[in-house]
């Protein structure tokens, strides 16, 4: 698509931000005005506008994107958006772990233990740690407690955690890239820790190690989307 507007800005519009090109408000690809509570997010969806070139490269529309998915359909479905995301708590990553006498059991209680710790703490509960790959399920109690958490967050948080809880297969690790404070690069490791392993066992793919860093770039864009938007 050839580029159809010259000028690219950012107004207050019904206690929002909403960007505007040549002074016409953008609409979500649902139809209804694309307006977002930070201006910091809108600044930053302006920016993926205002540096496209004569062609406009659609894959570079990432807050553009997850504002719409906030607006389009996190919002208007916010009870079922909750429940998508709870299996992410009930199979966390996190919580399965190598047997006991594995080298890799001692590098995902480095890794993971804390995280899983200092969700317990926040949340009141107790999360069941796995040896191997047999289902066990979280209490009815943990659970609750995460519908909780994520009923709390504005349809604007869900957006970004649908992707960092995805990407991660965590909800522990998905959560934590919330917070503004969050360290992203020790989370995407966390998250990669079982895949490393692997690399350092059998060698690095050039192929993966791509992969890879693209998923942790999703990772943290959609954290900072979250940031951005003041969740």
């Known amino acids: 698509m050839k580029r159809f507007y010259t000028t690219v800005s950012v107004q207050n519009e019904a206690g929002g931000y909403r960007v505007c090109l ?29 540096d496209q070139g004569d062609e406009i490269d ?40 190598a047997e006991p006498d594995e080298a890799l059991a001692a590098h995902q209680r480095l890794l993971w233990e804390p995280l899983v710790t200092m969700a317990e703490a926040r949340l009141g509960v107790e999360f069941v740690r796995v040896c191997g790959i047999i289902h066990k399920p979280q209490s009815p109690a943990t659970m609750a407690a995460l519908r909780g958490e994520l009923e709390a967050l504005s349809p604007f948080a869900l957006a970004a955690l649908h992707n960092t809880a995805s990407l991660s297969a965590s909800l ?18 966390a998250a990669s820790a079982e895949e490393d392993w692997q690399a350092s066992l059998w060698g690095k793919d050039e192929e993966a190690l791509a992969r890879r860093t693209r998923r942790g770039e999703a990772f943290a864009q959609a954290a900072r989307f979250a940031h951005l938007a003041g969740c």
């Open 22 to 50: 040549d002074g016409r408000g953008i609409r979500t690809q649902g139809g209804q005005p694309q307006i977002v509570p930070g201006e910091a997010l809108a600044q930053a969806m302006a920016a993926e506008w205002a």
């Open 172 to 189: 522990i690790v998905g959560l934590a890239a919330l917070d503004p404070q969050a360290d992203l690069v020790a989370l995407w490791d």
């Open 58 to 97: 659609t894959t570079r529309f990432v807050f553009r994107d997850m504002a719409d998915y906030a607006l389009d359909v996190v919002t208007p479905q916010f009870a079922q958006t909750v429940t998508d995301l709870l299996p992410y708590g009930e199979t966390d990553t996190l919580c399965y772990r």
